[in-house]
């Protein structure tokens, strides 16, 4: 069996083809998704010299969630019950899901220390994680290299890249006909009169201080 995410696929060598290929497959010739394609289009020109958003695509987890993250450490041992190692990361399970795409959805944050309006006693602790995460993942790449660029472009919040990803890639299929179609209009609508609803399923979400200036 071969390694996932090296597939040779001819149809999406290029991020708009990546894009409009998940498009092409909902599509039922409406005009919100005329629009949207008219949108699509107009965003990626806008995006072409982008770093995040050339091949080669990333291998992603669908579903990088608390749950799926094995630890070892930070717990008592009996040979030494007063004293905790800190926790370290041992495994990642649950990869039934995973996709290829391109790098700046690989830098997204966890669900884990995303905002939800029904769990809303985790706000403030999602937003000290938030900007954690951010510098934890800077510390892996020297200043001015490719993979700090691609990382510092990535993880800047894109309504029109971040929500299409949602609705057409990493939930595809997940939605009932109708449902799919409620959500595509509000979409448009959303990215043509300059609005938006909650990135993260919190309605007043605000990305502002999620991204700490890269001074370090």
């Not at 290929?21 to 965003?43: A, C, P, Q």
């Not at 749950?67 to 004293?83: A, C, I, K, Y």
């Not at 929500?163 to 959303?190: D, I, M, P, Q, W």
């Not at 300059?194 to 990135?199: D, L, P, Q, S, V």
Request: with cysteine; hydrophobic share 30%; aromatic share 14%.
């Amino acid at each position: 069996m071969g390694w996932p995410g090296r597939r040779r696929n001819t149809q999406c060598r290029t991020f708009q083809n990546y894009i409009l290929h998940f498009l092409n497959l909902r599509d039922d010739g409406t005009k919100d998704f005329e629009d949207l394609r008219v949108i699509l289009k107009s965003h990626l020109a806008s995006l072409e010299n982008w770093p995040n958003v050339k091949p080669p695509f990333r291998l992603i987890h669908a579903d990088l969630d608390a749950q799926n993250l094995l630890f070892t450490g930070g717990v008592p041992t009996r040979e030494n019950p007063d004293s905790i190692s800190p926790p370290h990361l041992s495994g990642v399970i649950d990869w039934e899901c995973a996709y290829t795409s391109p790098v700046h959805y690989l830098y997204k944050f966890p669900i884990f220390i995303q905002d939800n309006d029904t769990n809303k006693a985790a706000y403030a602790d999602n937003a000290i994680l938030r900007p954690h995460f951010v510098r934890a993942l800077r510390q892996f790449f020297p200043k001015r290299s490719s993979g700090r660029i691609e990382l510092n472009a990535s993880i800047e919040d894109d309504y029109t890249l971040n929500y299409y990803h949602f609705l057409f890639v990493s939930r595809a299929g997940c939605f009932e006909s109708e449902h799919f179609k409620l959500f595509t209009s509000s979409y448009v609508c959303n990215v043509q009169d300059g609005t938006k609803e909650g990135y993260y399923g919190r309605l007043d979400y605000s990305s502002d201080g999620d991204v700490p200036d890269d001074s370090d």
